[in-house]
């Protein structure tokens, strides 16, 4: 099973009638530069996914956070609040959303959220 989303199955759920029902996106600092990575809960899945490369090979981050709200309100044509955290605040918890907050590169259950739940409490 895919470890996220893909641009093209998300354009192709939202064709097929779909439709996102939150996004969060999580801010991480590598060396100087930030690099932002969408969660989305689309309607055809429980859980808050990650935005995936081609192949499902890797987070699909992005460095220019203009260019990622542009994809996700013109592309995606989501109209929805979007929330904006930095990696490891306390707040995501509540979005038992994955994250990689020990900064090991593995995936791991932001505290107080069992790992791999994925919906909003």
Request: glycine share 12%; charged share 30%; aromatic share 8%.
């Amino acid at each position: 099973m895919a470890k996220g989303l893909q641009e093209g199955e998300i354009r192709q759920e939202l064709q097929s009638g779909g439709h996102l029902r939150n996004i969060l996106i999580v801010t991480k600092t590598n060396g100087d530069e930030p690099e932002h990575l969408a969660y989305v809960r689309p309607s055809w899945r429980r859980e808050f996914l990650p935005l995936r490369t081609w192949g499902d090979k890797q987070d699909r981050t992005y460095k220019d956070l203009d260019r990622l709200l542009t994809l996700l309100r013109d592309d995606f044509g989501y109209r929805g609040f979007i929330g904006l955290y930095v990696d490891g605040d306390p707040d995501l918890a509540r979005y038992r959303v994955l994250s990689d907050s020990e900064g090991t590169g593995e995936k791991t259950a932001l505290p107080g959220s069992p790992a791999g739940s994925g919906e909003i409490s």
